[in-house]
C-alpha cells in the first residue's frame, strides 16, 4: 500500500486515468468541505517504487466534490464544486480551468462523462434538483432535466445506451432519462425509502444497475422490470452515527449509510474456469462492494456467476478497514484492509491493472493497494 497526503485538503473523489494508467486525479477540499477551497491533485503512481509523486495541482475558491476524465482528450478532466460550478482543466495548463460552466443554483456533488466513442457530452447533479447536460466545447448547458423534488446526489451515463443515463436523489427516485426528453424521466421508480446517495451501471449487463440508499441499502435493478429489485443487500442498522455538515444543512446517516455505490473491475485469480470479466461496486460512508465474476465453464459452456462484496467500517479503534468475501461460500472474509482513519470518499478501481484500488478521505491521505 502507497500513500500520498493531501495536506491541509480532504478527499471526496479519486479516479484513474483511462489513457494513462499511471495518473491518478484526487478532488479535495479544505475543512471537509464545510467552507474555504478546493484542490485538485494530479498524482503518478510507480508500483515498481511503490511511490505516489504529485505532478500538478489545480486550486478553485471552493471545496471540489466530484472529478472525471475525458476519455476522448487524455489531459481534461471536469470537477463539481460547492459553488454550483463545474470545471474543465486541462493539467497542461494547471494555473486556471480551460472552461467554467455557471449554472447550477447549488453545490455540484457529481459529474459524469460520457463514455462511448461517438458522443462527447457531460452531465451535473446538483443540490438545486436538476441534472444538466453540457457540450464541453460550449459555455452555455444543452438542456436541463428536473425529474426530482429534492437534491441531486448523482447522474450516470449508460455504458451500453448513448443517450440514457440514471438519476438518483434525496427524495428516493431513481430516475431512467433519454437524453432527447427532458421534460419527463422514461421511467420513474420509488427505489428506497430513503435518500438514494449513489448508483452505477453494470458494465457488462446493459440493463443493470445498482442504487445505495440512506437507510442502509443495496439493491440491483433490470430496468426492465423494476417493480421490485432483483437483488438485495440490507445491513443491521447500528445506534451509532456519523454527521456530514454542508453550508446549508446537516444529515445524519446510519453507519451503513451508502454515500457511493460503484461497479468496477476486478479479476480474482484461483477461482475454477476462465475469468472472462468482473465488476465490483463500492459505497461510503461505510463502503460496500459488489463484485461479479463471470467465469465460463469449457465443458458445459455456461456461465457462473460469483459475487463478492468489499465493506468499510470501523472498529473500537476507530480504524477504517476494507474487507472483502464471497457471502455465497462463507460469512468469514476472505481478506482486509486498513487504510484510514478517518471517513472515505472516494473509491476507484484501475481498469487496466487488474486488482489494483485507489481511495481517499478526510484524514487528508490517498493510497492506493492492490485486493
Same mark, same amino acid.
Given at each position: ?23 491518478? %486525479? *484526487?478532488?479535495?477540499?479544505?475543512? !471537509? ?10 498524482? /503518478? ?28 482528450? !487524455? ?11 463545474? &470545471? ?5 495548463? @494547471?494555473?486556471?480551468? #480551460? ?17 462511448? /466513442? *461517438? ?62 426528453? @427532458?421534460?419527463? @424521466?422514461?421511467?420513474?421508480?420509488? +427505489?428506497?425509502? %430513503? ?8 458494465? =457488462? ?26 437483488? &438485495? ?23 451503513? /449509510? ?22 465490483? =461496486? ?5 463502503? =460496500?462492494?459488489?463484485?461479479? *465474476?463471470?467465469?465460463?465453464?469449457? #465443458?458445459?459452456?455456461? !456461465? *457462473? ?6 465493506? &468499510? ?13 464471497? !457471502? ?9 484492509? &486498513? ?18 484500488? +485507489? ?13
Amino acid at each position: 500500500m502507497t500513500t500520498f497526503k493531501t495536506e491541509n485538503r480532504h478527499g471526496y473523489s479519486v479516479k484513474f486515468s483511462p489513457n494513462r494508467s499511471n495518473l491518478l %486525479a *484526487i478532488a479535495t477540499s479544505q475543512y !471537509y468541505g464545510f467552507k474555504g477551497g478546493g484542490t485538485l491533485f494530479l498524482v /503518478s503512481y510507480d508500483e515498481d517504487r511503490c511511490l505516489i509523486s504529485k505532478k500538478h495541482e489545480m486550486h478553485w475558491d471552493d471545496g471540489l466534490f466530484d472529478v472525471v476524465w475525458s476519455r476522448s482528450v !487524455y489531459s481534461l478532466l471536469v470537477t463539481g464544486s460547492g459553488d454550483g460550478t463545474v &470545471q474543465m482543466w486541462n493539467y497542461k495548463y @494547471p494555473q486556471k480551468p #480551460v472552461r467554467t460552466f455557471h449554472e447550477h443554483k447549488k453545490e455540484v456533488c457529481g459529474v459524469d462523462w460520457c463514455q462511448n /466513442s *461517438i458522443d462527447d457530452f457531460l452531465l451535473s447533479a446538483s443540490w438545486d434538483c436538476s441534472v444538466k447536460l453540457w457540450d464541453p466545447n460550449k459555455y452555455c448547458s444543452l438542456t436541463t432535466y428536473k425529474g426530482h423534488d429534492r437534491l441531486v446526489y448523482e447522474a450516470k451515463w449508460s455504458p451500453f445506451l448513448s443517450s440514457c443515463f440514471a438519476s438518483v436523489s434525496g427524495d428516493g427516485m431513481l430516475d431512467i432519462w433519454d437524453c432527447s426528453s @427532458p421534460l419527463r @424521466p422514461s421511467v420513474k421508480i420509488n +427505489a428506497h425509502q %430513503a435518500e438514494i446517495l449513489s448508483c452505477s451501471w453494470n458494465q =457488462f449487463y446493459p440493463f443493470v444497475l445498482a442504487t445505495g440508499g440512506a437507510e442502509g441499502l443495496i439493491r440491483i435493478w433490470d430496468i426492465r422490470k423494476l417493480l421490485t429489485p432483483i437483488f &438485495q443487500l440490507e445491513v443491521g442498522i447500528h445506534k451509532r452515527c456519523n454527521i456530514r455538515r454542508d453550508k446549508t444543512r446537516i444529515r445524519h446517516f446510519g453507519q451503513q /449509510s451508502f454515500e457511493r455505490v460503484r461497479f468496477f473491475f476486478l479479476p480474482i485469480a484461483g477461482l475454477p474456469g476462465r475469468c472472462e470479466a468482473s465488476s465490483v =461496486f463500492a459505497s461510503s460512508l461505510v463502503r =460496500f462492494g459488489f463484485g461479479v *465474476i463471470r467465469l465460463h465453464d469449457k #465443458v458445459q459452456k455456461n !456461465y *457462473i456467476l460469483f459475487i463478492f462484496f468489499i465493506r &468499510q467500517y470501523y472498529n473500537n479503534n476507530n480504524k477504517k478497514f476494507i474487507v472483502i468475501w464471497d !457471502y455465497g461460500v462463507s460469512s468469514e472474509p476472505s481478506q482486509s484492509h &486498513q487504510n484510514h482513519s478517518d471517513y472515505v470518499y472516494g473509491l476507484d478501481m484501475s481498469a487496466d491493472r487488474d486488482g489494483l484500488m +485507489a481511495d481517499c478521505g478526510w484524514d487528508a491521505e490517498a493510497r492506493v493497494f492492490r485486493v
